[in-house]
């Protein structure tokens, strides 16, 4: 991997950090991108500001870095921008990147679906989103589609880790703990994925020629529900103390079952570990 350099879009971010992270390890040029959060100091690391709303400055970084790896993972998800971030900035990345012919891994999420199709999602099922954010995340798919055919599209679900802790399995222990008020859905189904796995997974697909979409995400279908139960049992915690509920009781709509069908990932070889046993190897949390 020796003259590879990277380009992590969103490097302040909870991917992005996992990602630069497993890149130090690699001995390839790092850059990477933060927008609001003060990036922290690492030797490797060359940071750059980037607003993905601007086309012209994702534009002028992505010619002046010349990466040969680019993964996209900057998004917002709640921002009265998020169409301009999520969206359309997916498409600057993309059109920059095709521009340099770098390799493009796009991040993209499991809730691009309306959760009604009663069986994991695969590659070629179509999205139909039921929510802003995930109206935006199509839109970027469909973007990065559009302006580079050759780019991976990633699609995953609920990353989480301990070290440091993602805010799913934060909220989900503070429920447990009581400190929080609310309840855990019966009926929302995801496929956690461990970050460390997706992060050792997007290196490893960054040096392949995947095109097009490809599930990545962990091997267990779990409800919101059962999910923070695991957790809340690995932290020595009693799960009795977390009440369910059920997702017709949101009062905005949610996609329920966004399994994603990640049977092509594992005939290419990836290893991608379902949240039990994740949580059983040694030394974990
Ligand atoms: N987390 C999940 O469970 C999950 C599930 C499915 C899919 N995904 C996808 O995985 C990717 C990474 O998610 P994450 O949870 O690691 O993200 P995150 O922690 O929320 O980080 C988002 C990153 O985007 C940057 N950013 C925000 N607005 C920006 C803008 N206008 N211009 C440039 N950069 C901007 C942030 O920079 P600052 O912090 O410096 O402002 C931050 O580095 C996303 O594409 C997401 O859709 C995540």
């Avoid at 890149?23 to 990477?32: E, F, N, P, T, Y």
């Avoid at 998020?82 to 990345?93: P, S, Y």
């Avoid at 059109?95 to 070629?124: C, N, W």
Wanted: proline share 6%; aromatic share 8%.
């Amino acid at each position: 991997m020796n003259g590879e350099r990277y380009l992590i879009t969103g490097g302040t971010g909870y991917l992005g950090q996992a990602l630069i992270r497993h890149a130090r390890c690699l001995g390839v040029q790092i850059a990477a991108t933060f927008h609001s959060q003060t990036p922290p100091a690492l030797a490797e690391v060359a940071w750059h500001p980037l607003d993905l709303r601007d086309a012209a400055a994702v534009m002028a970084l992505i010619r002046e870095v010349q990466p040969t790896v680019i993964v996209h993972t900057a998004f917002r998800q709640y921002d009265p921008d998020l169409m301009a971030v999520t969206g359309e900035g997916a498409g600057h990345v993309a059109v920059a990147a095709a521009q340099i012919g770098a390799r493009l891994i796009h991040m993209s999420s499991d809730v691009i679906f309306d959760g009604e199709k009663g069986e994991p999602y695969t590659e070629d099922d179509p999205p139909n989103p039921i929510t802003d954010y995930g109206r935006a995340k199509a839109r970027a798919e469909a973007l990065v589609q559009a302006a580079y055919p050759a780019a991976a599209i990633v699609r995953t679900s609920l990353i989480y880790g301990f070290e440091p802790m993602d805010r799913h399995t934060a909220f989900a222990l503070a429920v447990a703990r009581g400190e929080r008020p609310e309840r855990l859905f019966r009926d929302e189904f995801r496929c956690p994925i461990f970050v460390d796995d997706l992060a050792v997974a997007l290196i490893d697909l960054a040096q392949r020629d995947y095109r097009g979409v490809i599930n990545l995400a962990g091997a267990e279908i779990l409800s919101r529900y059962e999910w923070g139960c695991l957790l809340a049992q690995a932290y020595g915690l009693d799960p009795g103390l977390i009440r369910g509920a059920w997702s017709a009781e949101s009062p905005t709509p949610r996609p329920r079952n966004c399994a994603l069908d990640i049977s092509r990932a594992r005939q290419l070889g990836f290893r991608l570990r379902g949240a039990r046993e994740v949580l059983q190897s040694p030394g974990r949390l």
